[in-house]
C-alpha cells in the first residue's frame, strides 16, 4: 500500500476512533489479533490456492524444506522460526519422513495401477 492510500485508507479503519499507535490494525481501529491474522491467512489461501494454510503450516513447510532440500544448512532452521535449538523443530515442524513416506506410497500404488492396466490389455 503507497504511503497515499495509508493516508486515505486508516481514517476509514479507524472509523471516527481516536488515532491508534498499532502499524495493524482492523475497523474501529482495534488491532489486528493473532487470531484474526491466522483466520485471514487461512481463508485468502483457501480462496486463493484452493487450500487452507495458516501461519503454523507455512512455518512447517519452511522447516521440512529446509531440511529435505538444503540439509547442509539445517542450523538456520531454529534462526528461522526463532526457537533456541532445533530440538524444537525436529519435535514439532520437520516432516521429511512423512513427506518421503508419503511419496514413497503414491509410487507404489501408481506402478500397482500400472500392472493391473497393463493386465487389463
Known amino acids: 500500500m503507497s504511503g497515499h492510500n495509508l493516508v486515505r485508507e486508516r ?3 479507524l472509523a471516527g476512533q481516536p488515532a491508534s499507535d498499532r502499524l495493524w490494525i482492523i475497523w ?3 488491532p489486528l489479533t493473532a487470531h484474526c491474522c491466522r483466520t485471514q491467512v487461512a481463508r485468502i489461501t483457501r480462496l486463493r490456492l484452493g487450500v487452507r494454510l495458516t501461519p503454523h503450516l507455512f512455518r512447517d ?3 521440512s524444506t529446509i531440511a529435505e532440500h538444503d540439509p547442509e544448512h539445517y542450523g538456520i532452521i531454529a534462526r528461522i522460526l526463532g526457537h533456541q535449538t532445533l530440538q524444537t523443530a ?3 515442524y520437520i516432516h ?3 513427506a518421503r513416506a508419503a511419496r ?3 509410487d507404489y500404488i501408481a506402478a500397482l495401477r500400472s500392472v493391473v492396466a497393463d493386465q487389463g490389455r
Open 96 to 98: 521429511t519422513g512423512t
Open 11 to 13: 481514517p476509514l479503519l
Open 28 to 30: 474501529e481501529g482495534r
Open 90 to 92: 525436529y519435535d514439532h
Open 61 to 63: 513447510c519452511v522447516a
Open 104 to 106: 514413497s506410497h503414491q
